[in-house]
DNA sequence: ACTTACCGTAAGTCATCGCTTACCATTTGT
DNA sequence: ACAAATGGTAAGCGATGACTTACGGTAAGT
């Protein structure tokens, strides 16, 4: 899997609000699918095809704990969005500012 | 447009590949939609809609210059996300953390 | 061994989204 | 004033995606 298929993966997962609310749900720590399904207005089998997205990102880990799967926030996965909107932070920086000089020369060329 | 409506329109409008590619364009600094779409494998009107997406998103600045229209990035949008993912990772590390210990608390018992 | 609990997968349906063509408005140049 | 350039909007179409019900498979309790 590319860097940018990485990116694009992660994006696409948190676009839905359904998977935000899955993520905000593990915030606090790792859970079972039954427990995170309960409080939500959708199916359980509906949430595990979001957990499947999250994890084929990178956000989430699974760990078997015997019956049940125990799901978490993967940090790594978290951490390639955050250093790619760095990157992008960086650059708009640069180019917000290369533009205000841009337009303070023009404007002493009126 | 509340915070949790902005995060969606920005995780949206970066999900998809034609949009993350405009972004990529207008890294170096601004330009006219002409000049955007002219590279691009698709129609100019298809370049405009996803400007569209992306402004509402709070991503992109539009300046009027005479005839064309400037399209830059917007420092604002991409750092609120960027905050969001900051508090998101603060989060997804405790828990590891705590998960961690747990982990070892639990082996003990064995 | 049998039943119950937990969970992933498959098939089908419905809505959403991205793209195209066609059209219109505004601005620049002659 | 007229013609060309720039770009936003509308309508329609095809594809992608999110959800449901139904099913199978494995682990735990009796």
Redesign the interface.
């Known amino acids: 899997m590319s860097y940018e298929d990485a ?2 993966a992660t ?2 997962a ?2 839905d ?1 359904t998977r ?1 609310d899955i ?1 905000q749900r ?5 859970l079972p699918v039954g427990a995170i399904a309960a409080p939500m207005p959708i199916s359980r089998p509906a949430v595990s095809q979001h957990l499947r997205v999250l994890s084929d990102a990178g956000l989430l880990t699974v760990t078997p704990a015997g019956n049940r799967r125990l799901y ?4 790594d996965g ?2 390639r ?2 250093q790619y ?2 990157d ?2 960086d ?3 640069a ?2 500012a ?2 205000a000089e841009d337009q303070a020369k023009g404007k002493s060329d009126e």
Chains 1, 2 share one sequence.
């Open positions: 990116i694009a994006m696409t948190l676009a609000p935000r993520i593990l915030r606090s720590g790792p978490a926030i993967a940090p978290v951490d969005l955050r909107l760095d992008l932070w650059d708009a920086l180019a917000f290369r533009a």
